[in-house]
């Protein structure tokens, strides 16, 4: 899991996956091996948006569920807010 700004995406990525898909949020990397093999899937993220609302997070399970607990970051006027979530339940492929 990491968490990755429009403006610091490569050129590369965003031909790979087209200018209009490339959002801010927080994404993932799966492997069967945890020393190597991992790939970017063209849709990776667990939460992004291109208003960069949320950024970074933590997931936490309860109940066999998976949460994510993230930074609210901008609203989509642009204005900082800078708090944390409640708990955003999310699906994990």
Not at 13 to 26: A, L, M, S, Y
Not at 48 to 60: E, P, Q, R
């Amino acid at each position: 899991m990491f968490s990755s700004a429009i403006e610091t995406m490569a050129k590369k990525r965003i031909d790979e996956i087209g200018k209009n898909n490339v959002k801010t949020g927080i994404f993932h990397l799966f492997s069967k091996n945890p020393l190597f093999g991992y790939g970017l899937p063209n849709n990776c993220s667990l939460i992004a948006d291109k208003n960069g609302s949320l950024y970074s997070g933590k997931i936490v399970i309860k109940n066999a569920k998976y949460y994510m607990l993230t930074f609210h970051n901008y609203d989509k006027n642009g204005n900082f807010l800078g708090f944390i979530s409640d708990p955003i339940p999310i699906q994990i492929p």
